[in-house]
């Protein structure tokens, strides 16, 4: 079992910034893949970025290239995912997921993942 939990989510202005943190009950092979998805009431929870723990490549959905950077301090056991130019369409609650193994865009599907967080709203103001 892995325990997630995330922090970093409050409100901002348009272009403002926030940093995401998830922390990890243990990294192991079970958290091979860490990702961030995000999720507007009413609609279906999309991947914004992963994270590839054994190499720390990074994989970017096409609204948070350029925008947003995933990285990971495997020490302490977390993920980060910093988020800059934020736009009120980036409003959503924000979850950390980890799962064994992705590859390629496998990262964005949800059912890969077998471990979750309980979210950190996000809310951006115009």
């Known amino acids: 079992q892995v325990q997630l939990v995330e922090s970093g989510g409050g409100s901002v202005q348009t272009g403002g910034s926030l940093r995401l943190s998830c922390t990890a009950s243990r990294y192991a092979s079970s958290t091979g893949c860490m990702a961030w998805f995000r999720q507007i009431p009413g609609q279906e929870r999309e991947g914004v970025a992963a994270i590839f723990t054994s190499a720390g490549t990074p994989h970017y959905a096409d609204s948070a290239k350029g925008r947003f950077t995933i990285s990971q301090d495997k020490a302490n056991k977390r993920v980060f995912l910093q988020m800059n130019g934020l736009k009120p369409e980036d409003t959503a609650m924000y979850y950390c997921?980890?799962?064994?193994?992705?590859?390629?865009?496998?990262?964005?599907?949800?059912?890969?993942?077998?471990?979750w967080g309980q979210g950190t709203q996000v809310t951006v103001s115009s």
């Open positions: 997921a980890a799962t064994t193994f992705c590859a390629g865009d496998s990262w964005q599907q949800l059912g890969l993942y077998a471990y």
